[in-house]
């Protein structure tokens, strides 16, 4: 026992800290490699990353990445949980012991605004001075053992992408003794006088009331200052202390930051040669004449996309091949080599077919990641935030609303997540409503399954082309649902975007490799678990009970299972989608997660076919599937209006979960499914009745 509690407490406590786009991730990825957790803060969903990686003497390191934030000043529930991870505040979270401080070398002035923050929070700091590689080509010389000097800390020079110093910055941090800051920046006498006194009445460790005294006095509310306070003397103290400041002559507010980038400029003076002319024309520049142009800037943001969806249907058809031959075999197997009864079918039709259909659009998922990962790396996400902030403004939102849901191409959880960068709250609570509607990686297999039926033998040109369609009419839907809601619901003045440009950069493999990792286990595991655990569901509800007759056909014996009477309840209201029972039966077993849809059918076909020795691929079985007076089920409008429902529709319980808890409400997420399952219907109908009238099958 003696022995544990030692190691435990040899055990270093580490925090990452910096600016979104300073790089801060990718050396965290390149520190921890795949040893890391993710889980959530405890009474936030703001997501709580830990990693651990040994010391250049051995020691084991906990490493923490904290969210990105421009200041301790906080706007954002993100920002909020940086700052009380430092003050030491959150229950279960150790005040770390080390604090290493990412900043960006091309944008050194606004990066080291934060460092001068936790500079104030007394706790020993290692600076990695991130991308030097784009500072010298924007012709910014800095003498690092300057800039070390000034500060007071360690600073390292990295090249984050391509590994450059880590090994240096694994010994800063090892370090056996690393010194508490000495240096910071000075506060006007009288705000300092103030934050003192003020700190004397805080019920804190002296390291943590001063700067604690520091942000209650930049609080301009009072209602803030009450939620951060919580203590009516404290509120009292501090809004005498913002009069007095005021009486001499300063802003309480302004005054702390005019004297932290006082001294910031002076360190720069000393430790940064600029470039003698400020017209320096950098690749990035050049780079964002076309990718930001208000035409060109579209087609290459669609191009890219269309790129994306076609490698979808090319680069993965391989994998995915092998991936259903595997599944196919074994179901042969088990079939092969066991008699016919109730296990084998719920082996067979139920978890083979079940998972094996969700499985198999693994390559499909991966990808995805692969491409999002690619745009985040790169720098090109705030460029698309950009573009569409031209089209964003006109339904009352600003293109930092669109970075949540182009994050809900890859899932709509944390792109809902994501939504706490947006400040104001309506806005925020209008993002969060609409951004469901962009297509998921969960909807993925539902519109592979649809596209193979609707067109069996297109070319992956073609396919990628449907795919791309309606990817664009869930963004329309998006878009034109935001507009409702602030117009009515939510109404707010539209707000302007103020948004940080990085420079372009090479992506880290190792940092997309890793998220691909993560989000192919947690698809696994999900496939494992929960849809595994529905597979074994709906194959019993489609199994039983058995009808009395024993010579009863398959979808006789389907259609009385208690799965078909579920899909002949809901008929009535399907039928003007022109939806059969059958299809009932899938979205039924969809609500839980959309992907759900494809081993729904999977097992209501494989549980129907009597021959089980020689059962066709899903999309051949729904192509020569029929109705009762010989017409085809799955005609052109069917299979549209199918991919259409799932565009709009919610469908995703894990969705619903996470809105409930972002918006501390049920009346939010039961709303959004009302509203979307009534737009997925009215999307379908109009599919459907309007082909009809047309002349369409």
Not at 19 to 26: A, H
Not at 330 to 355: C, Q
Not at 484 to 493: A, G, V
Not at 666 to 688: D, E, H, K, S
Request: with cysteine; charged share 20%.
């Amino acid at each position: 026992m003696e022995a544990t509690t030692q190691t435990a407490e040899a055990v270093r406590h580490v925090a990452i800290a910096g600016n979104p786009n300073s790089g801060k991730s990718t050396i965290f990825n390149a520190l921890t490699g795949l040893r890391q957790k993710v889980g959530n803060y405890p009474g936030v969903t703001v997501e709580k990353k830990t990693g651990r990686f040994f010391g250049s003497h051995g020691q084991a390191m906990e490493l923490l990445d904290l969210p990105g934030s421009y200041s301790l000043q906080v706007r954002s529930p993100d920002e909020a949980v940086a700052r009380d991870v430092l003050l030491g505040r959150i229950e279960g979270t150790q005040r770390p012991d080390v604090i290493i401080c990412v900043v960006d070398a091309s944008n050194l002035e606004r990066n080291l605004y934060l460092v001068a923050q936790v500079l104030e929070m007394q706790i020993p700091t290692v600076v990695a001075l991130n991308m030097v590689d784009v500072a010298e080509k924007n012709g910014h010389v800095i003498d690092v053992s300057a800039l070390g000097e000034q500060l007071g800390v360690p600073v390292i020079p990295t090249i984050a992408p391509k590994g450059h110093g880590l090994v240096e910055l694994k010994q800063a941090v090892s370090a056996a003794s690393l010194p508490k800051p000495v240096k910071h920046a000075p506060m006007p006498e009288i705000i300092d006088r103030e934050a003192r006194s003020l700190a004397e009445k805080l019920h804190f460790a002296p390291e943590i009331a001063y700067p604690e005294a520091l942000l209650l006095l930049t609080l301009h509310d009072r209602s803030l200052i009450e939620l951060a306070a919580n203590d009516k003397e404290i509120v009292k103290a501090t809004l005498d202390a913002q009069k007095d400041i005021l009486a001499a002559g300063l802003d309480p507010i302004s005054a702390p930051v005019e004297a932290r980038y006082a001294w910031i400029q002076a360190i720069c003076d000393k430790a940064v040669r600029k470039p003698g002319h400020q017209h320096l024309s950098t690749i990035s520049d050049r780079l964002d004449m076309i990718l930001t142009h208000r035409i060109l800037g579209w087609v290459a943001f669609l191009g890219a996309m269309a790129f994306m969806f076609f490698c979808i249907f090319t680069v993965a058809q391989v994998p995915m091949n092998w991936i259903n031959s595997v599944f196919d075999a074994l179901g042969k197997w088990v079939a092969g080599h066991m008699p016919d009864s109730d296990l084998r079918g719920l082996l067979t039709d139920g978890i083979i077919a079940g998972v094996g259909g969700v499985v198999v659009f693994l390559p499909q998922i991966l990808i995805l990641y692969f491409f999002l990962g690619i745009l985040e790396d790169t720098g090109y996400m705030a460029r698309a935030a950009f573009i569409m902030d031209r089209l964003m403004s006109r339904v009352g939102l600003h293109g930092k609303s669109f970075i949540p849901m182009l994050s809900s191409f890859a899932c709509a959880i944390p792109g809902i997540m994501a939504t706490r960068t947006v400040e104001n709250r309506k806005d925020r609570l209008v993002t969060i409503l609409v951004a469901p509607l962009m297509s998921c990686s969960a909807r993925l297999p539902v519109y592979a399954l649809m596209i193979a039926v609707l067109m069996p033998v297109a070319s992956s040109l073609q396919k990628a082309g449907i795919m791309l369609c309606m990817y664009v009419v869930g963004i329309v839907a998006a878009f034109a649902m935001a507009w409702l809601f602030k117009k009515t619901l939510l109404r707010s003045e539209t707000p302007m975007l103020l948004l940080e440009m990085p420079p372009y950069r090479m992506p880290s493999w190792k940092g997309v490799a890793i998220r691909m990792w993560e989000r192919a286990g947690l698809f696994l595991r999900r496939a494992g678990t929960v849809i595994l655990a529905l597979s074994i569901l709906l194959w019993a509800l489609a199994t039983f009970p058995k009808p009395s007759d024993p010579k009863a056909s398959p979808a006789d014996a389907l259609a009385q299972s208690v799965a078909g009477r579920m899909g002949h309840a809901i008929e009535p209201a399907i039928a003007p989608l022109g939806f059969d029972w059958k299809i009932g039966i899938g979205l039924i077993g969809s609500f839980a997660a959309r992907e759900v849809f494809v081993s729904t059918m999977s097992i209501v076909y494989n549980v129907e076919t009597s021959d089980k020795e020689n059962i066709a691929p899903l999309r051949d079985t729904m192509r020569n599937e029929r109705r009762a007076d010989g017409r085809p089920v799955y005609t052109p409008l069917i299979c549209i209006g199918l991919m259409v429902f799932y565009v709009l529709a919610m469908q995703c319980i894990s969705t619903v979960a996470i809105v409930r808890r972002e918006t501390n409400s049920w009346r939010w997420p039961l709303f959004q499914i009302a509203y979307m399952t009534a737009l997925a219907w009215i999307g379908a109908f109009a599919v459907y009745q309007g082909g009809r009238l047309l002349g369409w099958q």
